[in-house]
């Protein structure tokens, strides 16, 4: 074959151009740290590096963004607990130091004011949020757990339009029905000679005293979520709550709700009312114990349906808890229609999963608020009353001679007081011991809570460091897979450059040569 200077030009030319093209592609590698350029480089390295870049996308996002939102959000949690676990620790305190029957109504008052305040914080720390979402409010993340002061300003605002109101579903068990003891001592409200009221008007009989009609009695009662429930529709006619029993309506509930609390203790425990008295401003229906034991056992279940409309700062709101109906605006919203749980997961790893929120009702019970109620509207109420009662039979009887029978009369009605003091005092004593226990039961609650919260913490924590490991070992077969070897290349480079001198002098000297020279 005859090889003549133009297929020798050509050759040539070929072959500079396919070393330049390894040098631009070692030039290439150089600048961009990276084996390849475009899949066609290397097919096989380019699928591997898609696969490795999606391992390291996701390993930066679970361990970067997803774990470490967890663990914020794990951690606020965590701070709130042991704050609620403060509070109740001191509430535990100061109901220990209360339970002496031989304190003042003014000392007790003391000690109520900080329980109260205390009370208050620990529906507070309930409204934490973490970057604007409440930690404790389940999938209502924007809802706090309260009613704040600019809830109830916009109630008011929205009531000048149309009635505000929640209808409230609330089931009780047979184990909630809770009993009061309650000191009858209404035979000393007549003032002078008021035992004969007892006796329609014909005076104390022989051998009676006032003593005798000072009762202490045990009544039982569904003690609603809430107090100042509606006892009044819109147009102002009584209603009552719906009362269900396994199922089945119970019908027994006075018609006309009792617009006093001591008004319907009396008539239970006198037994004028036969059923069950509703009692608005304080959330309950009260039964007597013969009532109780006739109609409820073990195992019973109960619904009751009332409606609320009147709200403070500070109230819980029901969304959270009960299966309920907010109407604003003429507008109704229904809240918990299906039962489903409020956990908040995150995915913090490959098919992994861990739940970050602790739901309202593990810690947050609507008692705490209610025991605190029970002390104000009722024992501290019949303290009150019965230490006026004796401080005014004692004014009086400083004024009277000891032979005049009005003096006789008011020494009898001080034993009678004296004796329902002693009642009231032994049933705040017994309170407070039974809220020792009670308050030790809601840290149980908040103890659990703690434990759960710092377990998934824990889990967290061993998932971050495998993620944190998978992330490297993601990074460094990515390296492997995509990174080339620095000094390889440099060196493949240098050679390259010598490669293409050399080829331009050979080339150039050749192509100085051609036929005429040999002629």
Same mark, same amino acid.
């Given at each position: ?84 676990? $403060? ?27 900080? %329980? ?44 000048? $339009? ?8 609330? @089931? ?86 009792? @617009? ?10 006198? &037994? ?42 500070? *109230? ?32 913090? &790893? ?53 032979? !005049?029978?009005?003096?006789? @009369? ?10 329902? !003091? ?18 030790? $039961?809601?840290? *149980? ?37 995509? &990174? ?23 080339? &150039? ?6 036929? %005429?020279?040999?002629?």
């Amino acid at each position: 074959m005859r090889m003549t200077n133009k297929i020798m030009r050509n050759n040539s030319l070929y072959n500079i151009n396919q070393n330049k093209i390894l040098e631009d592609k070692l030039t290439n590698q150089m600048t961009n740290q990276s084996k390849i350029v475009r899949p066609s480089d290397d097919p096989v390295v380019a699928i591997r590096a898609l696969r490795l870049r999606s391992n390291v996308s996701s390993a930066t996002q679970y361990h970067d963004k997803n774990a470490k939102d967890a663990d914020q959000w794990l951690t606020v949690t965590a701070d709130a607990l042991t704050t609620i676990d $403060k509070v109740l620790k001191d509430l535990y305190e100061q109901a220990t130091g209360a339970a002496n029957k031989y304190l003042t109504s003014e000392d007790l008052s003391i000690i109520l004011e900080q %329980m109260k305040s205390l009370t208050k914080e620990f529906y507070a720390s309930g409204n934490v949020d973490y970057a604007g979402r409440y930690v404790f409010s389940g999938f209502r993340t924007d809802t706090a757990i309260t009613f704040s002061a600019e809830d109830i300003a916009q109630m008011e605002r929205d009531r000048e $339009k149309a009635p505000v109101f929640y209808d409230i579903q609330e @089931d009780i068990g047979f184990e909630n029905i809770s009993t009061i003891s309650y000191t009858d001592f209404s035979v000393l409200a007549d003032g002078q000679n008021s035992l004969g009221a007892v006796n329609g008007g014909a005076g104390p009989q022989a051998g009676e005293s006032y003593e005798q009609y000072v009762t202490n009695n045990t009544l039982y009662r569904f003690r609603l979520s809430y107090d100042n429930v509606d006892g009044k529709d819109k147009d102002g006619n009584p209603v009552v709550p719906t009362l269900m029993k396994n199922g089945a309506a119970i019908t027994d509930i006075n018609a006309t709700p009792y @617009d006093k609390a001591e008004d319907a203790y009396k008539a239970v425990a006198n &037994g004028t009312e036969k059923g069950i008295a509703y009692i608005p401003s304080t959330g309950e229906l009260v039964f007597s114990e013969d009532y109780y034991k006739a109609n409820f056992k073990e195992g019973d279940n109960f619904q009751v349906a009332y409606t609320k409309s009147e709200w403070e700062e500070g *109230d819980i709101n029901p969304v959270h808890y009960f299966k309920c109906t907010e109407t604003r605006n003429d507008k109704k919203i229904a809240y918990n229609t299906t039962e489903e749980d409020q956990d908040i997961y995150y995915d913090v &790893g490959f098919n992994q999963k861990i739940q970050v929120n602790t739901v309202t009702d593990e810690v947050f019970t609507h008692n705490v608020q209610r025991d605190m109620d029970d002390f104000y509207q009722q024992s501290m109420k019949q303290l009150k009353d019965i230490e006026t009662k004796i401080s005014d039979i004692e004014t009086k009887l400083k004024d009277l001679p000891e032979d !005049d029978p009005a003096y006789k @009369d008011l020494a009898a009605q001080l034993e009678g007081a004296k004796k329902a !003091d002693t009642y009231i005092r032994e049933n705040i004593q017994k309170k407070f011991e039974n809220q020792i226990t009670k308050y030790q $039961k809601y840290r *149980d609650d908040n103890d659990l809570a703690i434990t759960n919260n710092a377990t998934r913490g824990s889990r967290l924590d061993l998932i971050t460091e495998r993620l944190c490991n998978q992330k490297a070992t993601f990074k460094e077969l990515q390296t492997d897979n995509e &990174g080339i070897d620095i000094t390889q290349v440099a060196v493949e480079l240098s050679s390259s450059e010598l490669t293409y001198q050399a080829a331009l002098m050979a080339t &150039g000297k050749i192509m100085q040569t051609n036929l %005429m020279n040999y002629i």
